[in-house]
């Protein structure tokens, strides 16, 4: 019943509230009503009101849609763009960032452009993602447009570092990641002075990737990580 009464009167406050903010505050929340609130789930209405809420400046609104609508959906990139646009870096925005550059490497998405994929990647990868650095290190290995045994070698090494020193250890990474390593050092894909250019770029960028002790990984990665 107060659920009820509370979509009553926000749905009152949505529709004639003259102030923009507080339109869009109420929008939001029964947006959030319409998503979750059983026995009122509905998502075509909660939807609705998002779209409603984010027009009105509801970053919440903005982060809800983004996260709704599935990777290869073209509203779906739309409102990621949006809620990356003021360029946050909140657990919230990193996870929208990850979803975007999932949305960016998947080849049957309408968005597939790898570039912007690891773009993103490396935004994450610099906050100390080990997951964002892995797929980085992937994506250099696996994908033949952009193939660089050099930079998938450092990305994989600086990954495995971090993976190895997780509790608990992400296994089915370390062990997919030290497959490609050997892969990249049994075909002698380096040569002695791309070695050398990889251990300095390792040191480099160690330096600068933030620490494990400022990491805190998103919702995305903490899903897949286990």
Same mark, same amino acid.
């Given at each position: 019943?107060? @659920?009820? %009464?509370? !979509?009553?009167?926000?749905?009152?406050? *949505?529709?004639?509230?003259?102030?923009?903010?507080?339109?869009?505050?109420?929008?939001?929340?029964?947006?959030?009503?319409?998503?979750?609130?059983?026995?009122?789930?509905?998502?075509?209405?909660?939807?609705?009101?998002?779209?409603?809420?984010?027009?009105?400046?509801?970053?919440?609104?903005?982060e809800c849609l983004a996260d709704i609508y599935p990777v290869e959906d073209e509203d779906g990139l739309k409102w990621m763009n949006l809620y990356l646009k003021d360029g946050g870096d909140d657990t919230s925005h990193r996870n929208v960032r990850f979803k975007r550059a999932v949305a960016y490497s998947t080849e049957e998405s309408r968005h597939h452009s @790898?570039? %912007?994929? !690891?773009?993103?990647?490396?935004?994450? *990868?610099?906050?100390?993602?080990?997951?964002?650095?892995?797929?980085?290190?992937?994506?250099?290995?696996?994908?033949?447009?952009?193939?660089d045994y050099l930079k998938s070698f450092v990305w994989l090494t600086l990954s495995l570092k971090r993976m190895n020193i997780m509790q608990p250890k992400p296994l089915f990474y370390i062990n997919w990641g030290n497959k490609m390593l050997n892969t990249i050092t049994e075909y002698d894909s380096l040569s002695s002075a791309e070695r050398m250019d990889a251990n300095n770029l390792i040191y480099t960028l160690s330096r600068k990737i933030a620490p494990m002790s400022e990491y805190a990984p998103c919702q995305i990665e903490s899903a897949m990580l286990q």
């Open positions: 019943n107060d @659920i009820a %009464s509370s !979509i009553k009167w926000n749905t009152i406050t *949505a529709n004639q509230e003259k102030d923009i903010t507080v339109a869009a505050q109420a929008q939001y929340f029964l947006g959030r009503s319409y998503h979750s609130q059983s026995p009122f789930q509905d998502m075509k209405r909660a939807v609705s009101w998002y779209i409603k809420a984010a027009k009105g400046g509801s970053a919440e609104a903005v @790898i570039l %912007s994929a !690891i773009d993103d990647y490396e935004v994450l *990868a610099m906050k100390g993602s080990p997951l964002a650095m892995f797929n980085i290190g992937s994506l250099y290995l696996l994908k033949p447009a952009i193939k």
